[in-house]
């Protein structure tokens, strides 16, 4: 009987385990003598829509840019899938999809060129079915074969979408992903991303000024505001509000 309340025990230990996508520790970030972000601590698991709100200059682009390896941080460490994103990122980014800023996409090759560069990055010898079905929803199939720099914005935005997507990823990271997105779009894209959480095929994390995808698919939001975590609500919190009084996150962000 001991035996196997253990053999339960260790194998919910390692469900644990497995499920944790991202783990942020005592994580600092400065430019220069300019303190940012001050002793993060964050985790996901799969699962999670977390979103992290916070006015601007709040760092909240310094923490994305931590989590997905583009700057190193002052002291602390991040790890995605249980790998670390700095001493092995390769390793760590495989299973990291990031949603670059439309502006940050090479302008002289095509959508299909980024898509297909992608792919190669990836080990794969082509997009997945799922990829080109949400092209085809976004209405970009038609325009792949056209260069980047005579995309609009939301049309940049959706490419950056589906890069981010490629792969099957384990950790989503969304920085104002909905941006310059048209509402028919917008709601297709939170439609795919609510299934991948569903079906617990990733965490999202997504950085966002909207409160209304905040409140309506967040299971958790995080205020970040001086470098630090000043405030949190977990999915209980956000289910209470949107049965209850709606407008109880907004004012309780204008408060704070």
């Known amino acids: 009987m001991r035996s196997d309340a253990f053999g339960v025990a260790l194998q919910a230990r390692r469900t644990r385990v497995s499920d944790q996508i991202l783990r942020v520790q005592s994580l600092s970030a400065a430019y220069g003598k300019h303190q940012v972000l001050t002793s ?12 992290l709100v916070g006015p601007n200059g709040s760092g909240k682009s310094t923490l994305i840019h931590c989590v997905v390896g583009q700057l190193a941080p002052a002291s602390g460490n991040v790890r995605v899938d249980g790998s670390d994103i700095y001493a092995a990122p390769q390793i760590a980014k495989r299973r990291l999809g990031y949603a670059h800023p439309p502006e940050r996409l090479p302008g002289l090759l095509t959508g299909r060129q980024c898509l297909e560069i992608y792919a190669a990055a990836r080990e794969q010898a082509e997009f997945e079915a799922e990829i080109i079905q ?5 209405r970009l199939d038609g325009l792949l074969d056209q260069f980047v720099d005579t995309y609009s914005l939301g049309t940049r935005q959706k490419l950056s979408i589906l890069l981010a997507l490629m792969g099957d990823p384990a950790l989503v990271v969304l920085d104002e992903a909905f941006n310059g997105l048209d509402p028919r779009s917008g709601h297709i894209l939170k439609r795919h991303l ?7 095929r990733c965490a999202v994390f997504l950085a966002t000024h909207s409160l209304d995808i905040v409140l309506r698919y967040s299971t958790r939001v995080a205020l970040l505001q001086d470098g630090q975590f000043q405030r949190s609500w977990n999915a209980g919190e956000l289910r209470a ?16």
Do not use: C, Y
């Open 194 to 200: 609510q299934e991948r959480v569903g079906a617990r």
């Open 134 to 138: 949400l092209a085809q929803s976004f």
């Open 40 to 51: 993060i601590d964050l985790s996901l698991d799969r699962g999670e829509w977390f979103s």
């Open 241 to 256: 509000m949107r049965m209850g009084n709606p407008d109880a996150l907004e004012v309780a962000l204008a408060q704070a």
